[in-house]
């Protein structure tokens, strides 16, 4: 699995849109891009995922660059409750998921 | 539809006592993992299994057998607790398309 980069930390102002970076610029041409996010003391959640075109569902929007070396995650309205680890993964859709540290999101009121 | 349930929630265990976590799922996925998370850290495969029979290690197996009798479930043993393994346990399904779906955990302290 190609390796990510994230920064360690963020903050969002609520109501805004929370734009959150991930570099895996080793990336090969099969590997998926995955976002999970984690809450506190929870299991990690599902959020988005995508090979090359953007993506948009109920959560999130997912934005990857054309060379496919980066890509960002777009909370487009974020809320309190969205305070969260976010990992970005970039693996085979038959791999096991393996986590980095994330970017802890934290949104201020 | 109850998806991936873990039990228990807590356990405290003496150094050397052994117990067993249980995942069950309900979405029929034939793909389920162990990860344990410490304080701070991320997570980290324990073991997996594609299917009804097979099994597999992680990346931190050492201490922990698993087995996997039916689809449905997916049992991880601890043989002989030692304090190293204090850490919250998440089990995990996973569909092709759609990710993974994780359980609430366990919360395990080993004294």
């Known amino acids: 699995d190609a390796k990510t980069t994230q920064p360690p930390s963020m903050d969002c102002a609520e109501g805004r849109a929370a734009n959150l970076p991930c570099n895996h610029s080793?990336?090969?041409?099969?590997?998926?891009v995955y976002w999970y996010r984690q809450i506190h003391s929870q299991g990690p959640q599902y959020i988005i995922h995508?090979?090359?075109n953007n993506e948009t569902n109920e959560m999130a929007s997912l934005i990857i660059t054309e060379d496919r070396k980066s890509s960002t995650l777009i909370l487009p309205h974020a809320t309190l409750r969205d305070t969260a680890v976010y990992y970005c993964i970039a693996m085979t859709g038959r791999r096991a998921l393996t986590f980095g540290s994330g970017t802890r999101l934290q949104v201020q009121p | 539809n109850a998806g991936v349930t873990q039990t228990p929630k807590f356990q405290v265990l003496k150094t050397g006592q052994s117990m067993t976590l249980q995942c069950a799922q309900d979405m029929n996925h034939e793909y389920m993992s162990w990860y344990r998370q410490d304080p701070g850290m991320g997570l980290r495969l324990i073991h997996y299994s594609v299917g009804a029979g097979i099994t597999d290690q992680g990346e931190v197996p050492n201490g922990y057998n698993v087995s996997r009798s039916t689809t449905e479930d997916f049992p991880l043993r601890l043989l002989s607790a030692a304090p190293s393994q204090t850490s919250v346990y998440f089990c995990?399904?996973?569909?092709?398309?759609?990710?993974?779906?994780f359980g609430s955990g366990t919360r395990l302290t080993v004294v």
């Open positions: 995508g090979l090359k």
């Open positions: 995990a399904t996973r569909t092709y398309d759609y990710g993974y779906t």
């Open positions: 080793t990336i090969s041409g099969n590997e998926y």
